[in-house]
């Protein structure tokens, strides 16, 4: 799948749409216009010929069209099942889906409308241009069929959690600087300030998914006050629940322009959520981890794609919540996760879930010694606190003497090849 995957808010089914209603179009303009305007280009192929063609390509289509369907749906209920309900919207979206039901829909419906022109006015030919349309229809649908078989490969395990830290990889090189860059704390610039107006949401319910920060600052930078948002991204925002305050002196702005800087919709998105994708590792993982499966080396794949995006995030400044014009004062406050937020996060349900499992214990605990091993000094407090968090779990959890000293090697495979005992 691809990592270019965009959550939309516009219905999946538009794109099919879109290619049907061209298709219907322009199975009643190309021949008209070939039969008018180009008399000397007509096929020879012969009446009853041209007939069979158009319908075994209407009947294929159809049927071809409703295996789409049906993989599709697969598509779906495979991933709310097998990996997490919050990947179901990112694979139903898939552009390669939509264009796939689109082609075949339109080849389809141009093979059925093509039919109306064939011995057009008694003449014993086919509109040649009728006839190139729908064998470069049957091209292009061979090419997306390949592509929707590629698709339905992708939702291997593996592949389905590279795709997702991918997105997490993405979102942390575009969102945060490098860890030399000075952290931007918030001051006491906006202490005792007056609140001049809460913007407050009223509606269902809905997701904080994006803010357009440097409109924000513009906005704030030219009426001189300092917007705070209240709701962080990825959160829900409820009826009469605050959005954002104004802070300042002067007067009150239009809710509009303010609305118009925030996107909601229905479901978290990986733009400006650097949690989302760690959120559905987490999600495979304890689905693995469930009695239900008893699958513990799929939390511990999951564990490598999840170490990946803390080593990149803990060499990042993550404290960004504060931003400020071009004349270095305060516009905009926002909260952003800190690095003790994303290890409990990452860490501690799958720590509670996989807590009987040796192979989870030994795979977390390699995780923890290696970013102790390969992160700055200001990560480590941290990572030395859940370092005792480990020992105590498997403390509690195993009983067994020999159970319990096999849960305390630090092993990145979880059962493969111990590198370091504890004492």
């Known amino acids: 799948m691809s990592s270019e995957v965009r959550n939309s808010n516009a219905t999946p089914w538009l794109i099919p749409s879109l290619y049907a209603a061209g298709a219907v179009v322009l199975g009643f303009t190309i021949p008209r216009l070939a039969y008018n305007f180009l008399p000397g280009y007509l096929s020879t192929v ?74 057009r006015g008694g003449s014993g030919r086919v ?39 991918d997105q997490g990889r993405r979102i942390i090189e575009n969102l945060y600087q490098s860890l030399h860059t000075p952290p931007s704390h918030v001051s006491d610039e906006v202490a005792g300030s007056r609140q001049l107006q809460t913007l407050v949401h009223h509606g269902r319910a809905r997701i904080l998914q994006e803010v357009n920060i440097r409109a924000l600052v ?31 002196v002067g007067g009150p702005i239009s809710e509009k322009t303010l609305r ?9 998105t990986f733009t400006q959520d650097p949690k989302y994708a760690i959120r559905l590792l987490v ?32 060499r990042r400044r993550l404290e960004i919540g504060s931003f400020r014009d071009t004349a270095g004062n305060l516009r905009l406050l926002m909260n952003f996760p800190t690095w003790d937020d994303f290890l409990c996060l990452a ?52 009983v067994d003497q020999l159970d319990k000293l096999d849960a305390f090697n630090e092993d990145r495979q979880g059962l493969g090849s111990a590198t370091r005992k504890r004492e």
């Open 46 to 119: 012969s009446i009853n010929a041209a007939i069979g063609i158009y319908s075994a390509v209407a009947s294929g289509m159809i049927a071809l069209t409703g295996i789409v369907f049906s993989l599709t749906f697969v598509m779906v209920q495979f991933s709310a099942t097998a990996y997490s309900p919050r990947l179901v919207l990112w694979i139903a979206r898939d552009p390669v889906v939509s264009h796939a039901m689109g082609v075949f829909t339109a080849t389809f419906l141009y093979a059925i409308a093509a039919l109306a022109w064939v011995d």
């Open 283 to 314: 999600d495979i993982a304890i689905k693995a981890l469930s009695p239900a499966v008893n699958d513990p080396t799929t939390a511990v794949q999951a564990l490598d794609q999840i170490e990946d995006l803390l080593i990149r995030l803990g």
């Open 347 to 398: 860490l501690d349900e799958i720590r509670f879930y996989g807590a009987t499992s040796i192979q989870v214990m030994r795979r977390m605990k390699a995780l923890v010694n290696e970013l102790i091993s390969l992160l700055p000094e200001e990560r480590q407090p941290e990572l030395r606190r859940w370092q005792e968090r480990l020992r105590l779990t498997v403390e509690r959890s195993f």
């Open 260 to 268: 118009s800087e925030i996107r909601l919709g229905g479901e978290r």
């Open 127 to 165: 509109p040649l241009a009728g006839t190139a349309l729908v064998t470069g229809l049957l091209i292009v649908s061979v090419i997306m069929f390949i592509a929707l078989i590629q698709r339905v490969a992708m939702l291997q395990v593996n592949r389905m959690l590279i795709f997702t830290a």
């Open 218 to 248: 513009e906005i704030a930078s030219r009426n001189r006050f300092t917007i705070e948002l209240v709701a962080s991204v990825g959160d829900a925002v409820l009826e009469a629940t605050p959005i954002l305050r104004v802070l300042g």
